[in-house]
């Protein structure tokens, strides 16, 4: 009796999951063109510039344009490819400099970020349930003024008549004004300003995920507080690191507007280069082939970052 | 492995929890005023529903939470207050939380690296223990390349590994499918012997705590009901609470009409039943009589003499393979639960529904339930 009405219950749902299976086949159509759409939009708007960037930089500045790559000889098409500009960039000590500048930059404030946003994150991960969304709102309450406006108020913070120097003018402690404005100082503290926040979310997201029992297990197990935050929290949250330093890493590599303000013409960074190049000199094929080896420069910590992943993954399929 | 006496202090009671509540948020009394002993070599159950306690206790066992009143010794000392990395007490975790980014071999050597032992006796202790659980071949895997069973002899293994005074299992079984839980069962209890590791329980399972645990409390809203065997438990069960968590029984409202210091008889809508065991009272008070179903014998002639029968209708008939459970609906349009071995393969003898039955018991086959 009881036998037949489960036969009956399995066909009923063997049809169930066969109906299923078909709405989804016909749904794959609509799957296919919503991923389709932001795929066209990166295509036409990040990758087709990128070829043509690629193109002038292997190109030649005549009068007012470009030369052109393909040139017609004999009724044939003659691919013309200069690779002037990358062994300019090569070979003068300038360009080599900058590129290690702005990597010496972008490193330290990933660091600096990562140092700050850390410990951050994981109290915020902490902190009582009903806090953590007012914490989260705080972190991202600066993203409702314009970054441009907020880094002139860092300008205006830092300048040797500035709130900064007033201050520990008027109380004593200062008798001459500190020179912070146009130095390394001033970039790092606009660089890690700015970009704090995109270290701190992607480590919260990940460190509010974890399970706690992973941590009163490393206990029980004999490890204190601080081995048990070395062996299982930081190795844990691995891919929120990774997240938040490619975040921080990338835009700071090419970042041009923050050493523009606040970096003085002391501090070297690639990003003014490219503008010095396209808008000063007027060196397009100079200048893309500047932005191509930025982009390189950048596509190999995603690379890195990709392979890390596909490998996790890998493991846990 | 066996336990050394501390000094000339003999460790007959390894774990003693005195008088230990624990409030929360000022309000909650999770667990309230728990006293209980643990002997050597014991494996002792807490067995609850969700909400009753049982884990906050094994918790303050552990050391992951602070009694908020009371003292916890082991051994004869006070860890009442003692971190969870200093207490030679280990657990296996519910759902086991093994470290994701860890091999099965680092998840068993964690706690000894933390000991700092020397390297050559890390090694030793970290292959006996993958052999002890029969997983030597998957030292190197990941535990989510591990099924379930697998992981749950890691998680043994890494909760063994620092020969604890103490083990704790919290719902050992809870995360295995039903088939896998009883070979596992065993397994379990073979190894904790093997190994002679004291052993205190959490389970919302009887079944579980019943074959694994020689002696079992039963806990409800912070407090032990019952503490006893698992025979003193399913057959003396003290309280209708404790007796209706445990297995199946049926509990007859009835009032006290005779005590003597060798029988009982209470009298009930449709029976009178003779307990042939005194109890302390007076007469007039309303108790309840706990039978089990498999304690009934079920017959189609009406039995002799006037105690301990009563007669009613077959509503339902549930086929189980080894037994068949019958609902029989008395004249009191109460129903009982009556169960019987299929001892035969032909079932022609039995009962269909809408059948008058008798169903019969012994003198002493019932619990007197004063609570």
Same mark, same amino acid.
């Given at each position: ?15 169930? *999951? ?12 609509? $799957? ?28 030649? *500045? ?61 109290? #915020? ?8 969304? @007012?914490?989260?709102?705080?972190? *991202? ?8 406006? $907020? ?17 520990? *003018?008027?109380?004593? #402690? ?6 912070? #404005?146009? @130095? ?134 | ?12 009671d390894?774990l003693r929890v005195e008088e230990v509540t624990k409030i929360y948020d000022g309000t909650i009394k999770a667990v309230d005023n728990v006293s209980l002993t643990v ?5 002792f159950?807490l067995l609850g529903?969700?909400g009753c306690g049982k884990s906050t206790l094994l918790r303050m066992i552990?050391?992951?939470e602070a009694p908020t009143q009371g003292k916890i010794f082991?051994?004869?000392?006070d860890?009442t207050h003692?971190?969870?990395? =200093? ?7 519910? %759902? ?38 029969? /997983? ?8 989510? =390349? ?12 890494? %909760? /063994? ?39 205190v329980?959490v ?14 409390a039963v806990m409800s809203e912070g407090h032990f009901l019952q503490l ?10 003290n309280s209708?609470q404790v ?39 007076? %007469? ?33 008939? &549930? ?18 639960? &009556? ?12 009962? %269909? ?18 609570q």
């Amino acid at each position: 009796m009881e036998r037949s009405s489960d036969g009956r219950v399995d066909a009923v749902k063997g049809q169930v *999951m066969h109906k299923i299976s078909n709405a989804l086949r016909n749904f794959s159509a609509g $799957r296919h063109l919503l991923i389709g759409v932001p795929y066209l939009w990166f295509l036409l708007l990040a990758l087709v510039p990128l070829l043509i960037v690629l193109k002038i930089s292997l190109s030649e *500045m005549e009068v007012t344009s470009v030369s052109s790559m393909i040139s017609w000889r004999q009724g044939w098409p003659t691919l013309k490819l200069n690779f002037s500009s990358y062994l300019f960039i090569s070979s003068d000590a300038l360009y080599v400099q900058t590129y290690l500048s702005s990597l010496k930059y972008a490193l330290l404030t990933t660091l600096i970020c990562l140092a700050i946003g850390y410990p951050f994150s994981y109290f #915020m991960a902490r902190s009582a349930k009903h806090l953590q969304p @007012t914490l989260l709102m705080l972190i *991202m309450l600066p993203f409702w003024t314009s970054f441009l406006l $907020r880094i002139y108020a860092w300008k205006m913070l830092l300048v040797n008549n500035g709130v900064i120097n007033n201050v520990l *003018m008027s109380i004593g #402690m200062i008798d001459a004004p500190l020179e912070m #404005m146009n @130095t390394p100082f001033s970039l790092m503290v606009g660089m890690v300003y700015s970009y704090l926040p995109f270290m701190i979310l992607p480590l919260y997201a990940n460190l509010s995920k974890l399970d706690l029992r992973y941590l009163e297990a490393a206990a029980d197990l004999g490890a204190n507080p601080f081995k048990t935050f070395w062996l299982i929290t930081v190795p844990l949250s691995k891919a929120g690191i990774i997240a938040g330093a490619m975040l921080v890493f990338i835009p700071a590599l090419g970042e041009y507007v923050i050493p523009e303000l606040l970096g003085g013409p002391n501090t070297l960074m690639i990003g003014r280069v490219l503008w010095d190049e396209f808008f000063s000199n007027n060196d397009w094929p100079m200048a893309s082939a500047v932005a191509v080896l930025m982009v390189l420069l950048i596509m190999l910590p995603m690379a890195i970052y990709n392979k890390y992943q596909s490998e996790q993954s890998g493991l846990n399929s | 492995m066996s336990i050394a006496p501390k000094g000339n202090a003999v460790c007959e009671d390894l774990l003693r929890v005195e008088e230990v509540t624990k409030i929360y948020d000022g309000t909650i009394k999770a667990v309230d005023n728990v006293s209980l002993t643990v002997a050597s070599g014991e494996i002792f159950a807490l067995l609850g529903g969700s909400g009753c306690g049982k884990s906050t206790l094994l918790r303050m066992i552990a050391g992951f939470e602070a009694p908020t009143q009371g003292k916890i010794f082991l051994a004869g000392e006070d860890i009442t207050h003692l971190p969870p990395y =200093q207490r030679p007490i280990n657990m296996m975790f519910q %759902s086991y939380a093994l470290f994701p980014h860890l091999t099965v071999w680092d998840n068993i050597a964690f706690g000894l690296r933390r000991d700092h032992l020397p390297k050559e006796q890390i090694v030793a202790r970290v292959e006996s223990m993958l052999s002890l659980v029969q /997983l030597s071949q998957y030292a190197n895997r990941k535990p989510h =390349q591990l099924s379930g069973g697998q992981q749950q002899r890691v998680a043994l293994a890494r %909760s /063994l590994a620092k020969r604890p005074k103490l083990l704790l299992l919290d719902e050992p079984l809870g995360a295995l499918d039903k088939k896998l839980r009883e070979t596992t069962q065993l397994e379990l209890v073979n190894i904790i012997e093997e190994v002679g590791v004291t052993c205190v329980l959490v389970t919302h399972d009887q079944e579980e705590a019943m074959t694994m645990a020689s002696r079992i409390a039963v806990m409800s809203e912070g407090h032990f009901l019952q503490l006893g065997s698992p025979d003193d438990i399913y057959e003396m069960p003290n309280s209708r609470q404790v007796a209706d968590f445990i297995g199946n029984i049926n509990i007859f409202d009835g009032i006290v009409e005779e005590v003597e210091s060798d029988h009982v008889i209470v009298r009930s809508a449709d029976c009178s039943h003779y307990v042939g065991y005194g109890m302390s009272g007076n %007469s007039g008070r309303a108790v309840g009589v706990a039978l089990r179903p498999e304690k009934i014998l079920l017959s189609k002639e009406k039995p002799a003499g006037k105690y301990n029968w009563c007669d009613g209708e077959v509503t339902e008939i &549930v086929y189980f393979g080894a037994y068949t459970t019958y609902h029989l609906k008395l004249n009191s349009g109460k129903l009982i639960k &009556v169960q019987t071995l299929n001892n035969a393969r032909d079932l022609s003898g039995n009962f %269909s529904l809408g059948d008058r039955a008798f169903a019969q018991w012994s003198d002493l086959a019932m619990a007197v339930l004063t609570q």
